[in-house]
């Protein structure tokens, strides 16, 4: 149960965009939904995108998903200081040992 | 307004068992598959274990397998973690954590965190 792998830290001025990757492999993230979670300083985890690349009602669309094979991306456009959190990703991963996985995290820093 | 509550954290000895417990409201319990999942202090997240809406289908991190048993009473709308054997590296706030409706893929609502320390 290997985690998936995201770079530690991201930054960019505000108004500017980052991109968050996630690196999975054929058994997670190349068949299965991918997640991504917002965690603010001191607070619990927020579901930002859901099934790769849908948003739940109430987060902007400045925050998008994708996949292509085995690695998703996370997108942020319009930096603001807000942004500023822990973003991780998840999903199924369907190897012999089913379970749920999570990235190891990228820190995004705003400039 | 969907809540998730956690209770039943605190101080324990290695090798001691504690059993934590997540209060459901605002929705339909029994519809949904729910979860654990940590975060040791400074570090990133860990599934721990996830448990079907009916409780036929339950899942282990490895980390965990045969120490910790996850399970839920649809009745009372509670979700609960039995954590025995426990270890220093079992140290971590606990969330409770609802899947979406796509069943295993996305947590769409956590609660605030229950701390667990194992120390002695």
């Known amino acids: 149960q290997s985690a998936l792998t995201q770079p530690p830290s991201v930054s960019a001025a505000p108004g500017q965009k980052v991109t968050i990757s996630c690196s999975g492999s054929?058994?997670?993230?190349?068949?299965?939904?991918v997640s991504w979670y917002q965690q603010l300083p001191g607070a619990a985890p927020k579901l930002l995108i859901y099934?790769?690349?849908r948003r739940p009602s109430g987060i902007p669309d400045r925050f998008s998903g994708s996949r292509s094979g085995t690695s998703a991306t996370l997108d942020i456009t319009g930096l603001r200081t807000e942004d500023e959190a822990d973003y991780y990703c998840?999903?199924?991963?369907?190897?012999?040992?089913?379970?749920?996985?999570f990235g190891t995290g990228t820190r995004v820093t705003v400039l | 307004e969907v809540q998730l509550v956690e209770s039943g954290g605190g101080l324990v000895q290695p090798g001691g068992s504690l059993r934590l417990s997540c209060a459901a409201s605002?929705?339909?319990?029994?519809?949904?598959?729910m979860g654990w999942v940590r975060q040791a202090p400074g570090k990133g997240l860990e599934w721990v274990s996830g448990?079907?809406?009916?409780?036929?289908?339950?899942n282990y991190a490895d980390s965990v397998k045969g120490r910790f048993a996850i399970s839920r009473d649809n009745s009372k709308d509670t979700l609960y973690l039995q954590m025995n054997s426990l270890r220093a590296e079992d140290t971590a706030l606990y969330y409770c954590a609802k899947y979406d409706v796509s069943g295993w893929y996305a947590f769409d609502h956590w609660g605030q965190g229950i701390l667990v320390t194992v120390s002695s």
């Open positions: 054929s058994s997670n993230i190349e068949n299965d939904h």
């Open positions: 998840g999903t199924w991963d369907s190897s012999l040992s089913a379970s749920y996985v």
């Open positions: 605002g929705f339909t319990f029994s519809n949904y598959a």
């Open positions: 099934e790769t690349n």
């Open positions: 448990v079907s809406g009916s409780s036929i289908r339950t």
